[in-house]
Nanobody, 120 residues
Framework: QVHIVESGGGLVHPGGSLRLSCAASGSLIRKYSIYAMGWYRQAPGKERELVANIRNGRTTNYADSMKGRVTISLDNAKNTLFLQMNNLTPEDTAVYFC???????????WGQGTQVTVSS
């Protein structure tokens, strides 16, 4: 099993900041370890898209639309992922999902999502 707990979403004004957290745990993580963790988002009527991820505990990847405004970081010891988002705009409004990929068959697991709303 893989358990994913997300937190940090909410309502923020344009130009504001939010920090999302994602804690991963479970028997499959203890047995196989994590290959990658990342954040995706899905706005109403749109497909889910990558925001940023970290592979092998250190290699980061950012969506072009988010570069310069977000920073992803990982506490390897606690399997906890963070996403610092700055200068948010209404276009960033979406449900943000945490994704965990374990080394066994590179299986993906998803959190339930946390709502981020940017509005004045």
């Amino acid at each position: 099993q893989v358990h994913i707990v997300e937190s940090g979403g909410g309502l923020v004004h344009p130009g504001g900041s939010l920090r999302l957290s994602c804690a991963a745990s479970g028997s499959l993580i203890r047995k196989y370890s994590i290959y990658a963790m990342g954040w995706y988002r899905q706005a109403p009527g749109k497909e889910r898209e990558l925001v940023a991820n970290i592979r092998n505990g250190r290699t980061t990847n950012y969506a072009d639309s988010m570069k310069g405004r977000v920073t992803i970081s990982l506490d390897n010891a606690k399997n906890t992922l963070f996403l610092q988002m700055n200068n948010l705009t209404p276009e960033d409004t979406a449900v943000y999902f945490c994704n965990v990929v374990i080394t066994y068959a590179y299986k993906h697991y998803w959190g339930q999502g946390t709502q981020v709303t940017v509005s004045s």
